[in-house]
């Protein structure tokens, strides 16, 4: 796959390989991805969750402060990864080379399944919550009337969302770089503001975050555990560069840069957020709302978390333009996740691990159409079926379980591949890997004890790949030569 600074029109000149995706990203637009993918429904959903959970808003950002300090662990070892292992793909390529194709596959599977389709879903339907939320006392009579619940209408703007960023992104390479690094800035700048603003308004009420409640057994323990997952969610996106690999130009020196540069700034901008959420709300504010008598949404009443401390610290008549500026934020991270799930489908298909229409890119634009496709469908089944707090549950404890082996892979490669070239190399390992590995795996283990439902369907969505990979291997064995996809 080229490293060269290639535009679609060039895409056909001999230097590039018939099928491949010209590279033509730089820094920046990695930086955004990186940033986009981090930035979004987490942080502006999840610390509601985690608050009334936990029941203190201590406790909520030392949580932060955990996770930050995994997703840093986990960002460094995926700059080595990324580094030796430039290709489109993420996940997949470091399992597939570490550990053979059915890991590989298995984290394609969950990817497709799981780690793009639950965010982008999650995404879009918290996008379609905060735009709609200002104008629920105007649009409850008329739903009404025709008997059509507001989840009902939320689900249906979160339709039209993805689809529309589908297409974006589909229409060509230069229109997503563009779209993706415009509504990635306007995200930081709005929720940079939004936080500045926010501490200033709460500073009286800095109280609020030293609520330190003990904890004494194991139930409070598991309940923190288990939040962390919440938290893991919110950071998951310091691996997304990685899946495009393959098209950033330069990839062994750009790629490292843009996970760093977007970790680090993201875990700043996610304190900032957290402690201006501390100040405008306890956690009994939160759970007054979820046991309300005119809650309708359970635990996804307190999902536009950032909506609801905008009325507190601001009055009804700033939290109006600013859920709906939240609203238009999280269609950042809607354009992030269709970006890279569809390079996991595609990167499968190449491997012959996914029917190879898969691999086909659009003519002109050279992006992977059917990949985009099959991307849609899964996001609107998990859109249609599930909660906000639901589908980033079942995604978050998905994605945990394959992060852990994905990152493992570092020990695999270096025990077996010591003289692969490394042109970064992740300060403090072995420590470094094994601590994200640690945390990671006391985090999912929470979340199984406490979140059985969720969890059972993550881990059975991961098993029900494994007879599915043999009977493609099966059907591949079948097919002349000619027909099969290059393994």
């Not at 109280?207 to 923190?224: F, R």
């Not at 893991?232 to 540069?261: F, H, K």
Request: with cysteine; aromatic share 10%; charged share 10%.
């Amino acid at each position: 796959m080229s490293e060269n600074h290639t535009t679609p029109a060039e895409a056909d000149e001999p230097g590039l390989a018939k099928g491949a995706m010209p590279a033509e990203f730089g820094l920046p637009t990695a930086v955004f991805v990186v940033v986009a993918s981090m930035v979004g429904a987490g942080v502006l959903t999840t610390s509601g969750y985690t608050m009334a959970s936990v029941g203190s808003n201590a406790w909520m950002l030392i949580l932060w402060v955990i996770g930050g300090l995994t997703a840093i662990c986990g960002a460094l070892t995926l700059a080595e990864l990324s580094a030796a292992l430039p290709q489109t793909g993420g996940d997949y390529v470091y399992l597939r080379a570490s550990y053979g194709p059915l890991p590989a596959f298995l984290s394609g599977w969950v990817s497709f399944l799981i780690g793009f389709a639950g965010p982008s879903a999650a995404s879009a339907f918290a996008s379609a919550k905060y735009l709609l939320e200002p104008f629920q006392a105007e649009l409850s009579p008329m739903l009404a009337s025709i008997r059509i619940d507001i989840v009902i209408l939320e689900r249906g703007v979160a339709t039209v969302l993805i689809g529309l960023f589908a297409a974006i992104h589909l229409v060509g390479r230069r229109q997503t770089a563009h779209v993706q690094g415009w509504i990635t800035a306007l995200k930081l700048v709005l929720l940079v503001a939004f936080a500045a603003a926010g501490l200033v308004a709460g500073w009286p009420s800095r109280s609020h975050i030293a609520d330190w409640k003990p904890v004494t057994d194991s139930t409070g323990m598991l309940a923190l555990l288990s939040s962390l997952v919440y938290i893991y969610y919110a950071y998951t996106g310091w691996n997304a560069a990685s899946y495009m690999a393959g098209e950033v130009r330069d990839p062994q020196r750009l790629l490292p840069r843009a996970i760093l540069l977007g970790t680090g700034g993201v875990l700043v901008i996610y304190m900032a957020v957290n402690a201006m959420y501390a100040m405008a709300l306890t956690p009994n504010d939160l759970n007054a709302i979820i046991n309300g008598p005119a809650n309708k949404k359970g635990f996804d009443a307190v999902a536009p978390i950032a909506e609801l401390a905008a009325r507190q610290l601001f009055g009804d008549g700033w939290a109006r333009p600013l859920s709906v500026a939240v609203g238009l934020m999280l269609l950042s991270s809607l354009s992030a996740y269709l970006l890279i799930g569809p390079r996991v489908i595609y990167a499968m298909a190449e491997a012959g691990q996914f029917p190879g229409v898969a691999a086909r890119l659009l003519p002109r634009a050279h992006t992977p159409g059917v990949a985009t496709v099959l991307q849609v469908a899964v996001t609107l089944v998990l859109l249609w079926i599930g909660s906000v707090q639901s589908i980033i549950m079942y995604a978050g404890v998905g994605l945990s379980i394959f992060s852990m082996l994905a990152m493992s892979s570092i020990f695999i490669l270096r025990w077996r591949q010591p003289d692969l070239p490394r042109p970064f190399r992740t300060p403090g390992y072995p420590i470094t890997p094994a601590l994200y590995l640690i945390l990671t795996g006391m985090m999912t283990a929470a979340a199984f004890n406490q979140h059985q439902k969720e969890s059972g369907l993550a881990l059975a969505s991961i098993l029900i790949g494994v007879p599915i990979y043999y009977i493609w291997q099966m059907l591949s064995a079948r097919k002349p030569v000619a027909d099969r996809t290059l393994e």
